[in-house]
């Protein structure tokens, strides 16, 4: 979660939040800065999702040292992935057509139980070149569902959009 502190706020007006929780209301962002400055404070913006974006005057130092602090938590709890340019299992992706051969199906069918049988994710994706070709993709998942259900559970249900369907099954 980004936290803007003081000149980083951008918008004109702040709801604003006294260093007590008092509401102060809507202000503009310059009153704000001062009343900031004047009480020793900083002003603090936590989301950019509404407007105008709530901000609380906080002690001076208080918000920076929390955003820190939950930086830190957050790449511990993610194993340091962060730093280490993000190393998220990825999920093997497997494409077919709607209306596909035998003989390619058991391959690919071969493929995604091996990737499921060593503990990967599978995505299986049906691509349809037409409306028409929607309900044969849809089967064609289905039955690659029931063929991998020692193997792995289906973590979606079967997604079906315009150019096709999808499901993502996870390990058992």
Known sequence: MAVLINEQIRASEVVLTGLRGEKLGIVSREEAL??????????????????????????KGKAKAAAQKEA????????????KGGSKEKVKELRFTAHIEEHD???KLRQAEKHLRSGKPVQLVVKASGAKEAAA??????RLVTDLKEVGTKDTGIQ???KGS????NPR
């Open 72 to 83: 830190v938590a957050t790449r511990k709890a993610s194993g340091g992935a962060a730093s």
């Open 34 to 59: 001062a009343m900031a400055r004047s009480a020793g404070a900083d002003l603090v913006c936590t989301s950019l999702m509404s407007s105008p974006p709530p901000c609380s005057l906080t002690a």
């Open 105 to 107: 199906y058991d391959t």
């Open 166 to 169: 999808q499901v993502k099954l």
């Open 137 to 142: 993709s849809k089967a064609v998942l289905e």
């Open 160 to 162: 079906t959009g315009g």
